[in-house]
């Protein structure tokens, strides 16, 4: 549960669940692309289909440092809009791969996990602002990580969709 915590405050900081990243390296190159999918800021998310009917409209995400370094410390500072309240009974679903093999797959109350970063359902229509900062572990097992978060409201509208993919352990950059 801690890897899932920590590759979900990185995929979505509104939803940071833990105060750990435990898939990080010292060789990690900066995360970025240029697809027409990318969330804006330093950080290595793409929505995962266009965000134009999200609840959430993410005006930027930003992580210092990016990439992050094992053994450190990670800021996570990020802005959204919601164009609605999202009540409870919101739910986030989070699949995680190790490369081919999937490490996690699993639904979680978002009203639940939001508490990890000071908020509280009902998240009210606009503007909300996040900063987290989370210490990274030393140990970081090195390889492919493919992280999908989905979360969506009781009544299954679409908050966000946001995923990453990150090497870990060698001198290849990182895509969204």
């Given at each position: 549960m801690k890897l899932s915590t920590a590759l979900l405050s990185i995929t979505f900081p509104t939803l940071a669940l833990s105060k750990s990243l435990s898939f990080l390296s010292d060789s990690q190159a900066p995360l970025g692309s240029d697809t027409d999918l990318a969330v804006p800021g330093d950080n290595p998310l793409v929505y995962c289909q266009d965000p134009s009917d999200n609840i959430l409209a993410i005006q930027h995400v930003n992580l210092d440092p990016n990439?992050?370094?094992?053994?450190?410390?990670?800021?996570?500072?990020?802005?959204?809009?919601?164009?609605?309240?999202?009540?409870?009974?919101?739910?986030?679903?989070?699949?995680?791969?190790?490369?081919?093999?999937?490490?996690?797959?699993?639904?979680?109350?978002?009203?639940?996990?939001?508490?990890?970063?000071?908020?509280?359902?009902?998240?009210?229509?606009?503007?909300?602002?996040?900063?987290?900062?989370?210490?990274?572990?030393?140990?970081?097992?090195?390889?492919?990580?493919?992280?999908?978060?989905?979360?969506?409201?009781?009544d299954d509208k679409k908050i966000t969709c946001l995923q990453a993919t990150a090497k870990f352990g060698s001198k290849q950059k990182n895509r969204r």
């Open positions: 990439p992050p370094n094992s053994g450190s410390k990670l800021t996570i500072e990020a802005r959204g809009t919601f164009s609605e309240d999202v009540e409870e009974g919101a739910k986030v679903r989070l699949e995680v791969k190790y490369g081919l093999v999937k490490l996690i797959n699993q639904e979680a109350d978002l009203c639940e996990q939001i508490k990890n970063v000071d908020l509280k359902c009902p998240l009210k229509k606009g503007e909300t602002n996040i900063t987290k900062v989370i210490d990274i572990p030393k140990e970081v097992p090195p390889g492919t990580y493919h992280v999908l978060a989905d979360v969506y409201t009781k």
